[in-house]
């Protein structure tokens, strides 16, 4: 769950139950792996929405994965490029790529960087928040799948308050003023959190000298920047991991991160190459 937090601690599940106003038990409990979900897929699970990933080519035994793709009732493919598990899809949907959206991203190193949309997105092509936002709103859920990515990112920020990779003390005005911050950074007392935005306080007390790369003139000589939660050492010894991902979106990210290209984005949605299979496939969008 945010911040590192274990979907099987109760303490952890009723404070992003409460963040996301539900009832705790009807969080779901640990699950698959990646590989088992996919090694699953065709028996009892039926369909999947895949979104910027290409399992054809980049899973383990790819093959086998791609078999277990074909055996899907509905295969949904949310990507910027018609990639291989694209053509395997009943319904391809074109999104936004990291140059056409504003979002965050979470380096190897922990670091936070705020990104700002550079070029406009073609016509009928939406980002992967508008798309969950839309497949939610359709099964009945109204709120709680926010299109704005700083409103996503202060859901993070109240989520993964407390935990290992805490983001309570992380605001887009911060990312912009100091050109990324390290997790975890939590909210300084003094300033708790804000509105849906969270931008009320900047928490500097509690992160701006932690937070300080090896390289930042903000961080005191001799001291070294502190490894992640669970680390064998400083964190100069190697490189953090990125957070875990977060409802509707990921942690170091309130967009997806997707190659550099507008190549095969069209009408909304668009539909790749034969059908894998005869039968009538639903083409309106989410």
């Known amino acids: 769950m945010p911040g590192y937090r274990k979907l ?5 599940r009723r404070h992003v139950a409460g963040v996301w106003g539900v009832d705790p038990d009807s969080l779901p409990g640990p699950g698959r792996s990646a590989y088992e979900l996919l090694d699953a897929l065709g028996t009892d699970i039926r369909a999947l929405l895949l979104m910027g990933s290409n399992p054809v080519v980049s899973a383990p035994r790819a093959a086998h994965v791609e078999e277990r793709l074909r055996s899907l009732d509905f295969l949904a493919v949310c990507d910027v490029v018609r990639s291989e598990t694209a053509e395997l899809a009943d319904v391809v949907l074109p999104v936004t790529q990291w140059a056409e959206e504003t979002g965050t991203t979470t380096s190897l190193e922990g670091r936070v960087l705020l990104r700002r949309r550079a070029v406009a997105p073609p016509a009928g092509v939406r980002s992967d928040l508008d798309v969950l936002h839309g497949l939610a709103a359709r099964l009945g859920v109204e709120k709680g799948f926010p299109t704005d990515p700083e409103e996503v990112f202060g859901e993070l ?16 005005r911060r990312l912009a003023d100091e050109n990324g911050v390290f997790w975890p950074c939590p909210e300084s007392p003094a300033e708790p959190a804000g509105g849906p935005t969270g931008n009320a306080g900047d928490g500097t007390a509690e992160c701006d000298a932690r937070s300080a790369g090896p390289d930042d003139p903000r961080r005191e000589p001799g001291t070294a920047v502190p490894a992640p939660a669970g680390g064998a050492g400083p964190a100069d010894a190697g490189p953090a991991p990125a957070p875990p991902g977060v409802h509707p ?24 190459g034969p059908a894998p299979r005869s039968r009538t496939r639903n083409t309106r969008c989410c």
């Open 8 to 12: 099987d601690d109760p303490a952890a």
């Open 157 to 172: 920020r109240r989520a993964s308050a407390g935990g290992p990779a805490d983001y309570s003390g992380i605001t887009y």
């Open 249 to 272: 979106g990921t942690p170091g990210s309130s967009s997806t991160d997707s190659p550099p290209t507008t190549a095969g984005h069209g009408s909304w949605p668009w539909r790749t």
